[in-house]
């Protein structure tokens, strides 16, 4: 097999998961974009609705700081065994809080 001809494993779930995130947080894609402002190489609004739609996905900063603004570890993210409904009963409550 030549290199590069193995497909890497893409998390189904991973852009909904995303999509969550950012409803929970109570902010739009240029928002989520403003508070993802600080990672190396940071997405714009646009680039969040790709990341949301699953044509594109986060590098690995912009994946940490998803995990990190919802309060959950990073695996539950990439990991399909987690569905969307998990991971919404994973995100505390009060996450919106510190973002409106």
Known sequence: MAQ???KRPVPRLLAKKLKLIRARLGVGQ???ARLLGKTPSPPDGGTISRLESGEREPNLFVLLEYARLAKINAQILIDDGWS????DKSIPADVDRDYR
């Open 84 to 87: 969307v409904k998990d991971i």
């Open 4 to 6: 590069g001809s193995r």
């Open 30 to 32: 240029a928002g989520m």
